[in-house]
C-alpha cells in the first residue's frame, strides 16, 4: 500500500473554515516516503486565490521530484450555492487538471449522468470524494456504483469507512466494487459476510 501524505490543513474553529494553508512541503513528504502527496482546493472560498497560488507551487515541485500530485477540489463558499452543481464540480475538476494535478478528487453529483459529465470533461483520472456520514451502507455504495458506472478512476470514502462498524469489511465491499465490479447487492453481502 502506498502512502499518500496530505500538504494542506485547516479546522473547524477557524474563521474560514474552507481556508486551507500549506502545513507539509513535497521534500518533507519524500523524506517520509510518500509515494504521491494531495492538496485541498476550495473555489470559491475568500482564500481560493492563496490556496490556488499555494496549488502552483506544490505543482511545480511535484513536477521537478516526479512526485504525483492528487487535488482535492471542491466548490466552497458563500457564493457557492450548490457545491454539488455539475457546472461547478466540472469547472473544479478540470482546474485541478490544468494546475497540473495527475488526480482529482470531487463531490458526486448526484447522478451516474452528471457524473459522467464531469469524467469526460477532465484530463486526469477522477476520484469521487466519500462526503458526509450517509443514512446507510446502501447509500454508499449506489454513491460507489454510479460514480464508476460514470467513468470514475475510482472512489475516495473517509468517514463512511473508517467511522462504519465494521471498517474492514466495508472497505472490502468497496475495494470490491472498484476493482473486481462488484453490485451494490454484491457489495452488501460483503459487508454482512
Same mark, same amino acid.
Given at each position: 500500500? @502506498?502512502? +499518500?501524505?496530505?500538504? *494542506?490543513?485547516?479546522?473547524?474553529?477557524?474563521?474560514?473554515?474552507?481556508?486551507?494553508?500549506?502545513?507539509?512541503?513535497?521534500?518533507?513528504? +519524500?523524506?517520509?516516503?510518500?509515494?504521491?502527496? =494531495? +492538496?485541498?482546493?476550495?473555489?470559491?472560498?475568500?482564500? #481560493?486565490? &492563496?490556496?490556488? !497560488?499555494?496549488?502552483?507551487?506544490?505543482?511545480?515541485?511535484?513536477?521537478?521530484?516526479?512526485?504525483?500530485?492528487?487535488?482535492?477540489?471542491?466548490?466552497?463558499?458563500?457564493?457557492? %450555492?450548490?457545491?454539488?452543481?455539475?457546472?461547478?464540480?466540472? /469547472?473544479?475538476? !478540470?482546474?485541478?487538471?490544468?494546475?497540473?494535478? #495527475? +488526480?482529482?478528487?470531487?463531490?458526486?453529483? @448526484? =447522478?451516474? &449522468? =452528471?457524473?459522467?459529465?464531469?469524467?469526460? @470533461?477532465?484530463?486526469?483520472?477522477?476520484?469521487?470524494?466519500?462526503?458526509?456520514?450517509?443514512?446507510?451502507?446502501?447509500?454508499?455504495?449506489?454513491?460507489?456504483?454510479?460514480? /464508476?458506472?460514470? $467513468?470514475? @478512476?475510482?472512489? *475516495?470514502?473517509? !468517514?463512511?469507512?473508517?467511522?462504519?462498524?465494521?471498517?474492514?469489511?466495508?472497505?472490502?465491499?468497496? *475495494?470490491?466494487?472498484?476493482?473486481?465490479?462488484?453490485?451494490?447487492? #454484491?457489495?452488501? %453481502?460483503?459487508?454482512? $459476510?
Amino acid at each position: 500500500m @502506498g502512502l +499518500i501524505v496530505h500538504l *494542506s490543513a485547516g479546522t473547524a474553529l477557524s474563521p474560514d473554515p474552507n481556508a486551507k494553508e500549506l502545513v507539509c512541503t513535497v521534500e518533507e513528504a +519524500i523524506k517520509l516516503g510518500a509515494d504521491a502527496v =494531495s +492538496i485541498h482546493i476550495n473555489l470559491g472560498a475568500e482564500t #481560493d486565490k &492563496e490556496m490556488l !497560488r499555494q496549488f502552483g507551487l506544490v505543482s511545480e515541485r511535484c513536477t521537478e521530484w516526479q512526485m504525483p500530485l492528487i487535488a482535492m477540489m471542491y466548490t466552497r463558499g458563500s457564493k457557492v %450555492k450548490n457545491e454539488f452543481d455539475v457546472e461547478n464540480v466540472k /469547472l473544479a475538476a !478540470r482546474a485541478g487538471a490544468e494546475m497540473g494535478a #495527475d +488526480i482529482v478528487k470531487v463531490v458526486y453529483t @448526484g =447522478s451516474p &449522468e =452528471s457524473c459522467a459529465q464531469v469524467v469526460e @470533461g477532465c484530463p486526469v483520472p477522477v476520484v469521487i470524494a466519500g462526503g458526509p456520514k450517509m443514512g446507510s451502507d446502501e447509500d454508499i455504495f449506489r454513491m460507489a456504483d454510479g460514480a /464508476l458506472k460514470a $467513468g470514475a @478512476g475510482g472512489v *475516495s470514502i473517509g !468517514r463512511n469507512a473508517f467511522q462504519h462498524e465494521t471498517p474492514d469489511k466495508m472497505v472490502r465491499a468497496l *475495494s470490491r466494487m472498484v476493482h473486481k465490479g462488484a453490485s451494490v447487492q #454484491d457489495a452488501i %453481502k460483503t459487508l454482512k $459476510g
